[in-house]
C-alpha cells in the first residue's frame, strides 16, 4: 500500500505542470480604477485587484467605512515576465509623487501616494526609485511613502476592472480628473502610456 501511494505521488509530480510562484506588488496612487487599469494589462501582469489596504479597520468598503485605509491596487506578476524593479518604474511615471494631499482630482487621505512593500527586496528597489526620483525632480519634495504591506482588502465587485466594465464613464472620469495631463505634464516622455 505504501509502494502504491509513492508511485502515485511521484506520477503525479512528475505529470503535474510546473508553474512559476507570482510574485505580489501594492500600489497606491489614487483612484483605484486608474492604478489597476495601468497595470491590469501588461505583460506578465496575472492580476490587478483593486481595494483598500494600510489601515487597521477590519472588512472596509466604498461606501461604508474605510477610514485609515488607501485606495490601493494589488498586483499578481510573474517576475519571469516583468520584474518589480519594471513595475515600479511604471508606477512613478503614472502618478504625481509631488501631490502630499491626494492624486489628481481626488483629495484626501486615502488618494495619497504609496508603495507597500512585502519583503526586504522590494523595499530596497523602492527606497532606491525613491531617491532616483527625488535625484530627478531636486526642487520638489516626494510626497509618495513606502510603507510595509499589510491586510489587503479587496473593494466590491462593480469596482473591479471598472475601466473595462464602463470605458465611456471610466475615459469621461479619467480625463476629467486630469490624471494623464499631469503625469505628462511631470514626466514628459517618460510618462506611462494609456
Wanted: net charge negative; glycine share 6%; charged share 25%.
Amino acid at each position: 500500500m505504501r509502494n502504491l501511494a509513492l508511485t502515485l505521488l511521484t506520477s503525479i509530480l512528475v505529470i503535474a505542470p510546473t508553474f512559476a510562484l507570482a510574485d505580489k506588488a501594492t500600489f497606491a496612487g489614487g483612484c483605484f480604477w486608474c492604478v489597476e487599469s495601468d497595470f491590469q494589462d501588461l505583460d506578465g501582469v496575472i492580476s490587478a485587484v483593486s481595494g483598500f489596504t494600510g489601515g487597521s479597520l477590519k472588512n472596509p468598503t466604498y461606501r461604508g467605512n474605510h477610514e485609515g485605509h488607501y485606495e490601493a491596487v494589488e498586483i499578481e506578476f510573474d517576475p519571469e515576465i516583468v520584474s518589480y524593479a519594471e513595475l515600479l518604474h511604471i508606477y512613478w511615471r503614472s502618478i504625481d509623487p509631488f501631490d502630499n494631499r491626494g492624486q489628481f482630482c481626488d483629495k484626501g487621505f486615502e488618494y495619497q501616494s504609496a508603495v507597500f512593500v512585502h519583503d526586504d527586496e522590494q523595499r530596497k528597489l523602492a527606497e532606491s526609485t525613491k531617491a532616483e526620483v527625488m535625484k530627478q525632480f531636486p526642487d520638489q519634495q516626494v510626497a509618495t511613502v513606502i510603507l510595509d504591506s499589510n491586510e489587503f482588502w479587496p473593494v466590491e465587485e462593480y469596482h473591479q476592472d471598472y475601466y473595462k466594465k464602463n470605458p465611456i464613464r471610466y475615459k469621461i472620469y479619467r480625463t476629467g480628473c486630469g490624471r494623464d495631463k499631469r503625469v505628462k505634464q511631470i514626466w514628459g516622455d517618460e510618462a506611462s502610456a494609456h
